[in-house]
Every structure is written in structure tokens, then in C-alpha cells.
């Protein structure tokens, strides 16, 4: 990494015999890309650089024919430029971003004014269920069932529903935990089913129920100690 002189540069680039070049630092191996906190922004502090490295080689222990690459925290602040961190990352390493802590915003619990949950309202409204509390399976003709379903840790609000073979399903889960992350799931097995749902949030799944037999659907997020027990069983009859 080179820390260099940007009025120098351009007198060199005009002919001028200087040296635009600061200060340079190793890091390991290639770097493919790199940011610096806050830049990209008129507040940019010229603090840290984060130098994201192709080919970390034998900087991580490999663990198959694809190995972790390698991010460098640089500190660039002072009178000399060092490497501070190392860290592993998925390949291929193309982008950060470094901001200050204090203007990220973050959310605690799900914003229930979000078009997907407002859709989902008006679906339960049009069955005439109340999203926190239903419980139930709404039949929409023949070959079509909209399962409500509530989750508080460490269980559904049902735990098992029947369908007939070849119904197109569609589960609607409410998470009612106040808790902060304190997420669920809902994946059915045998039928490539799996989503999260966060707290005080609601997420829908749609699948055709197309294998008569039992089928456990359960919580693929942990979410506490007695986490193993929230599961249930849809029953598909042929």
C-alpha cells in the first residue's frame, strides 16, 4: 500500500524532479481492491484503509481447494502506515465500506409498515384473521391453503396441520418475540422449504405440498435452549 502525494504527482506528471511517493507498507498478497474509512463521503478521515487481498496463501488454514483471502486493517493515521488486523473473507474480496459508528441507525425490531408485511395484513384481512393471533389453515379453493401461523420461542402456535397431495401452500408466520434478534425460521422437510422470520416481523413461504406422508416443519434458527422442541408436522394424505 503507497501513500502518496496528489500536488506532487501532478509536478511530476508536468515534468518537475520530485518524488510524489510518502510512504509505502507491506501486505499479503495482491490487493484487489481498497477503502478508507469514511471515504467516498466529503467526511473522509484519512484514519483506516482496508486493503482486501487476493491469494492469502499460507495466511489461514486451508480448507479445501477454495481457501479463505485475506482483509488488512491499515492504520493511516500517524507518521508511518501499519497493518493492524488480519482477517479472513470469502473469495473474491472486490469491496468494503469503513463508516463511524455512530451514524449507523440500526433497527431493533422489525418495522411492521413494510409493503411485504402490509400485504400480508391485507391477505389476513381478506380471510378475516388477525396476523398476530391466527392460528389456522384457510382453505382458497380446491388446490390452495394459506396456513396462519404465530412463533414464540420455544414453539409454533401450531404444531400441525393436513393438507391433501398436490395443494399449493402458502405459510404465513408471524414472529411474536419482543426480543431483540431473536429470530425464527420455518423449513419443511422434503420440500426445499426454509426462511427466516425476525422479531415482531412477518414472512410468508408458497410451495406445492406434492409428497403424501408425514414431514416435520421446524425452526432452522437458534433461538433458545429448548430450541430442538419448536417443530411440528404437516401431514400430506395422498
Given amino acids: 500500500m503507497t501513500k502518496w502525494h496528489i500536488d506532487s504527482a501532478i509536478r511530476q506528471f508536468n515534468g518537475e524532479d520530485v518524488d510524489p ?29 482496508v486493503a482486501l487481498c487476493k491469494f492469502s496463501k499460507d495466511r489461514f488454514l486451508p480448507v479445501g481447494p477454495m481457501r479463505p483471502e485475506n482483509d488488512q486493517l491499515v492504520d493511516i493515521s500517524g507518521d508511518e502506515m501499519e497493518v493492524v488486523h488480519d482477517g479472513s473473507t470469502y473469495p473474491e474480496p472486490h469491496d468494503a465500506v469503513i463508516v463511524r459508528k455512530d451514524i449507523i441507525k440500526t433497527a431493533k425490531l422489525a418495522d411492521r409498515g413494510s409493503p411485504r408485511v402490509k400485504y400480508l395484513e391485507a ?16 382453505k382458497k379453493g380446491s ?37 431483540e434478534d431473536l429470530t425464527h425460521g420455518f423449513s419443511v422437510c422434503n420440500h426445499d422449504v426454509n426462511m427466516i422470520v425476525n422479531a415482531q416481523d412477518t414472512n410468508s413461504f408458497t410451495f406445492v405440498a406434492d409428497k403424501p406422508g408425514v ?23 395422498a
Fill in 21 to 49: 511517493i510518502i510512504e509505502k507498507v507491506d501486505v499479503h498478497y495482491q490487493v484487489g481492491h481498497t477503502n478508507a474509512s469514511m471515504s467516498e463521503t466529503k467526511d473522509a478521515d484519512g484514519k483506516w484503509l
Fill in 123 to 138: 391477505l389476513a384481512a381478506e380471510d378475516g384473521v388477525d396476523l398476530t393471533k391466527a392460528n389456522q389453515v384457510v
Fill in 143 to 179: 388446490k390452495k391453503v394459506r396456513v396462519y401461523m404465530t412463533s414464540n420461542a420455544p414453539s409454533y402456535g401450531m404444531t400441525e396441520f393436513t393438507v391433501k397431495a398436490g395443494t399449493e401452500v402458502q405459510i404465513i408466520l408471524t414472529n411474536m418475540d419482543n426480543v
Fill in 215 to 237: 414431514h416435520w416443519f421446524y425452526c432452522p434458527w437458534f433461538c433458545h435452549a429448548l430450541h430442538l422442541e419448536m417443530r411440528g408436522r404437516m401431514i400430506v394424505e
